[in-house]
């Protein structure tokens, strides 16, 4: 996924690249929030109370889900920022880009 932001972020203009940077920050947060689950999972673990798997499986799959959609978001902004002025393209944003 970082490979995907970097990527994005090259191909966007200067005064666009913040966006990437923003999204990076973003996952960045989010997998210190894994870290941190992991963590108290691992406490909980040693005073042997039992982690709820299906608890543990959907906390795992709404957090890359919730990545997923952000990912997608940035690079149909990125689509809309390199098609900006081509008139035949038909915008992800109808209110467009600046």
């Known amino acids: 996924m970082y490979n995907r932001i970097e990527n994005l972020r090259d191909r966007l203009p200067e005064n666009h690249k913040n966006i990437a940077v923003l999204t990076s920050h973003i996952f960045e947060a989010f997998d210190s929030l894994i870290e941190e689950h992991r ?3 691992g ?3 040693t ?12 906390f795992f799959e709404t957090i890359n889900q919730v990545k997923q959609i952000i990912l ?3 690079e149909k902004t990125a689509e809309d920022i390199d098609h900006r002025g ?12 600046e």
């Open 72 to 74: 997608s978001e940035l």
């Open 43 to 45: 406490v909980r673990a």
């Open 39 to 41: 963590r108290y999972a």
């Open 47 to 58: 005073a042997k109370i039992q982690p709820n798997p299906y608890e543990e499986k959907t």
């Open 86 to 97: 081509d008139k035949y393209w038909e915008k992800n944003y109808p209110d467009g880009v």
